[in-house]
Nanobody, 126 residues
Framework: QLQLVESGGGLVQPGGSLRLSCAAS????????LGWFRQAPGKEREGVSC????????NTVDSVKGRFTISRDNAKNTVYLQMNSLKPEDTAVYYC???????????????????WGQGTQVTVSS
């Protein structure tokens, strides 16, 4: 059974940092694009960042560029999202997702990811 499990969310003050992790079980991530998405209350889900199979291709939404960094460790079957300089508007439930792909070095955050985690809450507040 394919499963993605996020961890690392929590409450942090503005300007603080969090590192989200997403561990996969039941399949190897080697053949998958990986993405982080988020959904704030009353808002639609948005793509935050994605990373290609090789790890050499990434895409990041403008609102978090320079603050968030996505990475992956295929040996650990895990994808990460390092979030720095957090702002109250980053408050949301964060989801990781995986999408099988033949492409090695490109990814996008179109809504075609088939495998999703259960989400982890990130709250940025003083």
């Amino acid at each position: 059974q394919l499963q993605l499990v996020e961890s690392g969310g929590g409450l942090v003050q503005p300007g603080g940092s969090l590192r989200l992790s997403c561990a996969a079980s039941g399949f190897t991530l080697d053949y998958y694009d990986l993405g982080w998405f988020r959904q704030a209350p009353g808002k639609e889900r948005e793509g935050v960042s994605c990373i290609s199979r090789s790890g050499r291709g990434t895409n990041t939404v403008d609102s978090v560029k320079g603050r968030f960094t996505i990475s992956r460790d295929n040996a650990k079957n895990t994808v990460y999202l390092q979030m720095n300089s957090l702002k109250p508007e980053d408050t949301a439930v964060y989801y990781c997702a995986a999408r099988s792909t033949m492409f090695l070095n490109v990814c996008d955050m179109k809504n075609s990811y088939a495998n999703w985690g259960q989400g982890t809450q990130v709250t940025v507040s003083s």
